[in-house]
């Protein structure tokens, strides 16, 4: 090759190298990678959760709730069955594992201290405490067979403390055959019951010895001419009252009131004839 050729091509050459020594280098190098850049940068965000998943987040949140609200509320067989339902969506959840086992501890401790509170509040007499523990026991393990059976009968005594309260009240208002109706009913459920048995004989004696003010008063005609025997009484008028009383007692021939007001007639009549069996 001619000399003057070989300096052609070494001055090609030259300018190539300079060339690729500047900014053409570069671009050519990033070439390849160009279209990695968009994966790279989106790589550091994570996917938008679709809708399905949101919804079953919201739906264990829910859930979670009424498990917490049923825990502080001491109904431990409800909070367990919800935080289970949980386990059962995400069996991951840690939250929901750790109040389950929670849930569990406190059960336990529970039911032995309701049993405790319950037999205390039985022996002092307060029937509603001892049923609401135990109430609390059978319904948290029904398989309690001693909590049932002592809220069985706590149940019975309630029931036969309601009818004799109820037969008291008749009774002080002489009510006596509805108060001996309760009385009795309260036996057939308590047979034992001594304040049940003392006051049913007593509303048997009362129903034995005559009527009572309820009935008289019950009875408007017999009622009215009581009503008239006590203004004669005021009045003194004694053989009017005593007339009157007379009627009403052979309606009501046991009725101690009208007895005692006749009573009254004879001890007063009596007084004015000893008066006058003084006078000079």
């Known amino acids: 090759m001619p000399r003057r050729d070989i300096g052609k091509h070494k001055g090609i050459a030259r300018r190539i190298r300079l060339r690729m020594s500047g900014s053409v280098p570069l671009i050519f190098s990033i070439l390849p990678i160009l279209p990695i850049i968009p994966i790279l940068a989106s790589a550091g965000t994570p996917p938008a959760p679709s ?15 009424w498990g917490e609200f049923a825990l502080s509320h001491e109904r431990f067989s409800e909070a367990e069955a919800r935080f289970n339902d949980v ?14 086992q929670e849930t569990r501890q406190r059960r336990t401790r529970a039911l032995v201290e309701w049993e405790r509170a319950g037999q205390e509040s039985e022996s002092r ?3 509603r405490r001892a049923m609401e523990y135990f109430g609390k026991i059978v319904a948290e393990d029904s398989t309690q067979t001693n909590a049932r059976t002592r809220l069985a009968r706590l149940q019975k005594r309630d029931q036969a403390n309601r009818l004799i309260q109820s037969g008291l009240s008749k009774f002080i208002l002489d009510d006596y055959s509805a108060a001996l109706l309760d009385f009795e009913q309260a036996l057939t ?7 049940a048995s003392l006051y049913r004989d007593r509303a048997e004696q009362k129903m034995a010895g005559g009527s009572s003010m309820a009935d008289l008063r019950a009875d408007s005609v017999m009622w009215a001419k009581y009503s008239d025997a ?7 008028d004694l053989a009017g009252a005593e007339q009157l009383w007379q009627a009403v007692l052979v309606r009501y ?7 005692s007001n006749l009573e009254q007639i004879a001890r007063r009549r009596k007084q004015e004839l000893t008066s006058e069996d003084q006078t000079p």
Do not use: C, Y
Not at 51 to 65: F, G, K, N, Y
Not at 230 to 236: A, D, F, P, S, Y
């Open 51 to 65: 809708a399905d998943a949101l919804r079953s987040q919201e739906h264990i949140a829910q859930v979670m709730q």
């Open 87 to 100: 386990l059962q969506l995400d069996w991951n959840h840690p939250r929901a594992f750790s109040l389950l």
């Open 125 to 127: 007499g307060d029937v």
């Open 189 to 195: 459920i308590v047979p034992t019951d001594t304040l």
């Open 230 to 236: 006590l203004k004669k009484l005021r009045t003194g």
């Open 253 to 259: 021939p046991g009725n101690e009131a009208v007895r």
